[in-house]
């Protein structure tokens, strides 16, 4: 597939993107590097090749999963309310927004 310059005009005029004859012809020669880039690549044989989550094989190292410095009722609340400017009862105060 390949752009003529009053397509790529066309589409600038639909995007309201005022171009002119220098830049037109310049984004028809890259939009059409594109296409040209997107069949060489829809035309490679991927059959049997699995999908792949990143381009390199690797893995995380994990470590266990270890619950530290719980209060007694279990949570984190005092650690996290400690840095807090103010709190009431458990619950973290906010200024007053809206009157």
């Known amino acids: 597939m390949s752009l003529s310059l009053s397509e790529v005009q066309r589409i600038a005029h639909l ?4 171009v002119s004859e220098a830049e037109a012809e310049t984004s028809r020669n890259h939009l059409n590097g594109i296409f040209s880039l997107i069949e060489a690549m829809q035309a490679v044989d991927t059959l049997g090749v699995e999908p792949m989550a990143h381009a390199q094989d690797l893995s995380q190292r994990l470590r266990e999963d270890q619950v530290t410095h719980l209060d007694e009722d279990g949570s984190r609340r005092a ?4 840095v807090a400017p103010e709190t009431e009862a ?9 009157e």
Request: aromatic share 12%; glycine share 6%; no cysteine.
């Open 15 to 18: 995007a309201r993107i005022e």
């Open 79 to 82: 650690a996290f309310q400690a």
């Open 90 to 98: 458990g619950l973290y105060l906010v200024p007053k927004v809206i």
